[in-house]
């Protein structure tokens, strides 16, 4: 069988101008990790991102980590990157006002509130520039990209919490409420790891940090 491997982003700026930035905590989760599997011998034959900011940063730091070369070596694929959060979070706003997080609210009240806007979004409630069944058609794009590689190759997959969300429940066969549930569980460069064959896709573990559970680093595991 093949292998591959999917992490989520570093640690995104949420709340600054720009949310599609490594903060200096993603760039540091990112690098960790990467020093993590080089002292475990591990080797990726194909490196695969999305094609936002913090997709290509989470993937420069895990080279870094790993001492490789990891610019000119990586491909990109669009249909790896995140939904538009903001854009289904606004729609939704607009639906229900009073539903939306007011100034000053945390972290966890804006996921709460997207959870809520990704169900209404999946049930045509809301109507962003993406519809659902698009977001649903390109991460079984992108899957079936991902499985298109040799037997017994190894693949390192950087995306997003909601794109992972996505592949997963595919390859699960979970509902639409599973989508949502695991966005909201993913941490930042947490790590899950399958096997495929040409007849199947396996999940072996999901949504792990190896090289944050450790003393000194458990305020580096993050959610955003």
Known sequence: M??????????????????????????????WLGEYWRDKGVRFD?????????????????CEGLEIP??????????????????????????????APGAGASRADFYRFLKQGM???????????????HFE????????????????SRTLVVSSGGAIAMMLTQILGGSISTVANLNMQIQ??????????????????????PHLDRDGRHEHITYS
């Open 2 to 31: 093949a292998e591959f491997i999917l992490v989520r982003h570093g640690q995104a700026s949420f709340g600054a101008d720009d949310y599609d930035n490594l903060s200096d905590t993603g760039w540091q989760q990112s690098r």
């Open 46 to 62: 194909r490196l695969l991102c999305g094609n936002l900011t913090r997709h290509r940063q989470t993937l420069d730091g895990i």
């Open 119 to 133: 169900l209404a979004w999946a049930a045509g409630e809301i109507s962003p520039p993406e519809t659902w069944s």
């Open 188 to 209: 930042n460069t947490a790590v899950s790891r399958l096997f495929f064959s040409a007849e199947n896709i396996s999940l072996h573990s999901f949504n792990h940090v």
């Open 70 to 99: 990891g610019e000119n070596t990586r491909s990109v694929l669009t249909q790896l990157n995140e939904f538009d959060f903001l854009a289904v979070a606004k729609h939704y706003s607009e639906l229900y006002p009073d539903r």
């Open 137 to 152: 058609a390109r991460i079984a794009d992108a899957l079936k990209n991902i499985c298109d590689s040799p037997k017994g």
